[in-house]
């Protein structure tokens, strides 16, 4: 787990997490505090919604987690 080098490596990531499927949009982001990350939005639940983070915008500031 580490917080992303810089805003570059947080969009590539970010482009290439769409382009696999991994994730529907994503694009990188700096907080208000300056910490570097990826705002994504996940595919939604097969089941429908039992799971609130499907299908919903979440950030990521850890370049390890998908």
């Known amino acids: 787990m580490a ?7 947080a969009g590539a990531r970010a482009k290439d997490k ?5 994730w529907i949009n994503a694009h ?6 300056g910490t570097i990350g990826v705002r994504v939005q996940r595919k939604m ?5 039992t ?5 919903s ?3 990521i500031e850890d370049d ?3």
């Open 64 to 66: 390890a987690t998908v």
């Open 28 to 33: 990188s982001q700096r907080s208000q505090t």
């Open 18 to 22: 769409v382009a696999d499927g991994t």
């Open 45 to 49: 639940n097969a089941a429908g919604n």
């Open 3 to 9: 917080a992303f080098a810089d805003m570059a490596a």
């Open 57 to 59: 915008w979440v950030v």
């Open 51 to 55: 799971d609130p983070t499907t299908g």
